[in-house]
């Protein structure tokens, strides 16, 4: 009778639990007994991973039963047709303690706005740092309650041993959507009568992909779980690095996957790069090296760089050559104000391991490239672009990443960190071969704050890294054993509709009359960015005006509250949004933000002050070996896949055999 | 002293000309002597053109000059480093006449405020169908103004003549975007942890690439000119069909540019398809046949289907195959309320040169395959697949194509169209192949009125209608003989940001509370539109719930002002915005539209009432024939290069010779 009672109750709570949207009970796990890596997961041949099961009980809500948690579930292993054997077996490790907690969620806005949530007792095993070797299809099962089954069915993929490519760099203009490249080539490039007389370097680019950025629970994604699919192959939850999100509290303890940092350092010894212009333990380079639910986890994401993951035995991990970026409070003491992970110095701990530390360009340039090397060049995100290089007087804070509160103004853009990541890597990898990630890390930022401006100078820095990147690696006589890839970790819902003749829009007095200077079609003209001004730049293309009396009529899907005028911030980034009152959070537009423009209205959360990610697939540009299997549409995942079978990473049988 | 000072004026108008932008004197011309083609203009070798000349004298604004209209301007002709010669002796034509006319423009919205026009008198020249066979650059020399030159470097592509497809289909999503097939593939396929378990047919080509599709003088496109950009090489202006904007008043004597089916059929005998869901006289199947500055002589249009150019001596012409499409009142005779171009009765006009004329689906299905046969299925555009499958009683319109005010019950989708039209482009082409252009009209026209459900709808029967081109090509064995591309003429700024429960916002009293059912990031979830609901379709992929309580939070980023409640209209289309003021065409909100939801204001001109084009750049999908020529990213006129030089339509010299 239980059984049968059980299974009813599973039919109705199914029905259910399908309709949980705004919030979920847990993600990926739509039924009451959870497996992760979940059902479709994919998997390269010898890569770690850990496996969590969790049994829930619900004990309110529309999901409610009278079963406590599960304590005797199951869990087997079945190769193929192959006959299913315990995990334990398989793996030939010891049976896991058993793990108890509870944890809450609301059903609906509803159910938060009652203060109504639903609670979930559970039980839970974990089984660390297993590898299927065999290519093909698997089948896990928990079986819980008993007799209900969860049953997932994994993936080995077959790829080739062998490696293709010595090198591989990836570049990932984070939030970068084609509509942005677009966007960024106009003001940059010059037309005559329709036809381009220069190309972005990316347009240059031999194969054209698009890679689909969704979730593994929800279709919109963040930065951290998005550089996750890319870095490990598989799809997780917002805010997660390097693991499925399990429903207990702890932060450290949610089952991981190895990275293609991990992979390519722990088989084949090759070297490692990492370059952000964000603060360096951000999601988007932290996904490299941490393994957490929670990518604020900051401190110990940059004790991962150096150390990797140290409270469970997990790969070997040497530190990379290279780990350029900002966000220097997450490295001086606290003495100084700096946020560390158990308080330590962070610049003496990577000096203890051997790495020269730097804190400005001129010491980049200066630097040493025979050397591990960090280099930290500011508090917090990395200047801009367009500060750097066009409105200076910007810089003058008190970003120092010595943290001594003096200004950051010898900092390095991400041409110059690149470049410098590239004379280490190929001056120390050798035979081994290196990869190198660097990422534009403000196209985002910027984009978040409505600072299209600003996000389109990163852009166009961006395609001329790409564009250094390439010639060095021709002089050096390596362009042929590199991968190169630049795409973006998700989008932004942005476009370009047409021209604004800011000098009209001053001059009218109602935001009716000034929505007439917006020309659209044949009234937006050509691009006066390129067309007017005096700017120039040495053998790089970027806007010779950023200050045009015609500016793009550009902008967001989806907005906080805001005032436009399309004219840049000469003052420095942007803040579109203020808190009217802050302990409500309820945001308006920025009375000091777009004097003189039309106020519009968000259609986002009042306790949004920014502006959020999009749907959109974004563009994956590819040249070098095995630039044929990065053409056409795929999921995220697929470009660890890539690049892990173009390094030769899969291994059929455990290293040591 | 006339020469120096001619010279100096030029020197301060060009600075001044640079600047012109919501408004220009002539698109393509920034100095006063105008050459077209253009400076920088690509042609297929063989290809028509008309030449037409231009000098311009304005008599005040900023660019007054005391000069008369140059009468003795000249113009030259040089291959290569070879001699210029008169045009006249290039081409062995007699020298044309001189012609005069004057136009007004305003140089910005000041003056268009102040009612200050700018007066310019012209002379000009048309030297009419013309063409280059030899392949390399030449130089288009016009000499005015005692001296002042305005040189044009023109390149004819060097493509060999020998053909590699038989067949050549292009489908066109008018408007289509990257961004909005994420979205249709978001509501139509399933995923289980983040894998799609079906794909859109489009992912599944082999090739992808983005075209650039901007005009020759504007960075905004409208589909008459993107079109013509597509079919000829050649860009243009806004509303112009195959030809260049000159500043004559008269619609029909810019100078034309061959098109893709006019080259197909004259040199090769080729059969030409013509299928789209708009009214058949729109842009995007106008652009085939017809020449014209002016995309609204729609009676006209209709009669180039037919007859070809008929005021010039132009290309062989003999009318397609298949015509199928909407615009019903472009065909019936006047006596019925047709606009028909001289007062005939078009469908009589089409039987008399042998073509079966078909008004519905019954008798579409019913019809000969081996007869020439026009398909009006209703006046204006045609239903929406929404309204064709699900919201049916949305038909009940007096729309019937033959006039008599009934309804249009039966009609055909894209996808009868296109397999009919199949059908007889097989039957009748034999041996010489056919080209066949499919046009998914309302992507477009139901993102102009903020209709994404429509929009979406179109968007995945276009796709459906891929896949079911594909299967027949296999089952007649033409697979490998059949160019396919899918690609789009222009983009909408559309991207989905999130998930919005409706259920809670119609809860909400007030605006700034209705904003919290927007669900983002890990509020997103999964897309209930295929989870949800019981809608079910043979072998095709369309949402199971089209109304399901969490819908996507999406929408375009320029707008008229318009009430958003993100949930499908099942009234049919959407009309946004309303004019508070017919005479004034000053747009609100439509308050019958979106009742419940949230009131935002736009960001358009107020006489706006549609959303509008934007920059980005469009995916293109290829398989089949020269599929690896449409890889990457190039200009929009490369796709009208690679389908030529596929159905080797290049010739080194006159036919004939």
């Given amino acids: 009778m239980q059984l049968h009672k059980s299974i009813g109750l599973v039919g109705v709570l199914l029905a259910s639990a399908a309709t949980a949207q705004t919030f979920q009970r847990l993600g990926a796990c739509p039924t ?140 990932i203009g984070d939030g970068m959507t084609t509509n942005m490249i677009t966007a960024a080539r106009l003001i940059a490039h010059k037309t005559v009568n329709g036809k381009y007389m220069t190309k972005m370097q990316m347009d240059k680019f031999p194969i054209l992909g698009h890679q689909m950025t969704h979730s593994i629970d929800t279709f919109i994604t963040d930065s951290a779980n998005s550089a996750s699919a890319l870095y490990t192959g598989h799809k997780s939850t917002v805010n997660c690095l390097g693991v499925y999100a399990d429903s207990s509290k702890d932060p450290f303890d949610d089952p991981k996957v190895e990275t293609i940092a991990e992979l390519f350092h722990r088989l084949t010894g090759g070297h490692v790069g990492i370059v952000s212009t964000a603060y360096i333990a951000d999601a988007t380079p932290a996904a490299l090296t941490a393994h957490t639910r929670d990518r604020g986890q900051y401190g110990a994401v940059v004790d991962s760089f150096l150390n990797g993951i140290t409270n469970y035995t997990w790969t070997s991990w040497g530190g990379p050559d290279v780990l350029f970026g900002g966000g220097a409070e997450q490295f001086y003491s606290p003495e100084l104000g700096g946020e560390t992970y158990m308080g330590k110095d962070y610049y003496q701990e990577f000096a203890n391991k051997g790495y020269q530390v730097i804190w400005n360009n001129t010491a980049l340039q200066a630097a040493s490239s025979e050397e591990k090397t960090l280099g930290i060049f500011s508090v917090s ?98 362009l042929k054993e590199t991968l190169i890839l630049v795409t973006a970790d998700h989008g932004h819902g942005f476009d370009v509709m047409g021209s604004v003749d800011t000098k009209y ?48 009529f550009q902008g967001l899907m989806a907005d906080p509250d805001r005032r436009e005028t399309w004219s840049v911030r000469k003052d420095g980034p942007r803040e579109p949004a203020v808190a009217q009152d802050e302990e409500e959070e309820d945001f308006i537009a920025n009375p000091e933000d777009g004097e003189g423009g039309i106020l519009l209205n968000g259609t986002l959360p009042i306790e949004d002050d920014q502006g959020v990610h999009s749907l959109t697939d974004v563009p994956v540009f590819a040249m070098g070996p095995c630039q044929e299997k990065f053409g056409g549409v795929y999921n995220s995942i697929d470009i660890f896949f890539g690049m892990a079978e173009c390094l030769g990473l899969a291994r059929g049988k455990p290293s040591g055999y």
Wanted: aromatic residues 10%.
């Fill in 381 to 478: 995100n990395m200047a801009k672009w367009l500060d750097r290089n066009v409105y200076k007087t910007n810089l003058n804070q008190s970003l120092s990443p010595s943290g001594d509160e003096s200004m950051a103004l010898d900092q390095p853009g991400l041409k110059e960190m690149t470049l410098k990541a590239l004379d280490i890597l190929i001056k120390r990898s050798g035979d081994k071969g290196f990869f190198l990630m660097s990422e534009a890390a403000s196209i985002d930022k910027m984009m978040h704050v409505l600072d299209y401006d600003r996000a389109l100078g990163e852009l166009l820095e961006l395609d001329d890294t790409v564009k250094a990147t390439i010639a060095k690696l021709e002089d050096e006589c390596l």
């Fill in 32 to 171: 009451l007994g959870c497996v992760f890596p979940p059902d479709q997961a994919d998997f390269l041949a010898g890569q770690y991973f850990d496996i969590r099961l969790e049994v829930h009980a619900p004990i309110n809500g529309s999901e409610a039963t009278s079963l406590m948690p599960d304590e005797e579930f199951t869990f087997t292993i079945a190769k193929g047709n192959g006959s299913a054997v315990a995990a334990t077996e398989y793996f030939g490790l010891s049976e896991p303690e058993l793990e108890r907690w509870n944890f809450s969620w609301y059903e609906d806005l509803f159910a938060r706005d009652a203060k109504k949530p639903s609670i979930v007792n559970v039980t839970a095993k974990a089984y660390r740092r297993v590898a299927l070797y065999e290519p093909g299809e698997y089948t896990a099962t928990l079986t819980y309650n008993s007799g209900e089954k969860t049953v997932a069915t994994w993936f080995v993929r077959d790829l080739a041993e062998e490696r293709k490519t010595k090198n591989v760099i990836i570049f």
């Fill in 505 to 552: 829009l001053a001059a009218q007095n109602t935001d009716r009359k000034k929505r007439d200077a917006v020309g659209t079609y044949q009234r937006s003209g050509l691009s006066q960015y390129i067309n007017t001004g005096n700017l120039t730049y040495t053998d790089s293309n970027f806007p010779s005006n950023w200050d045009p009396r015609y500016t793009l």
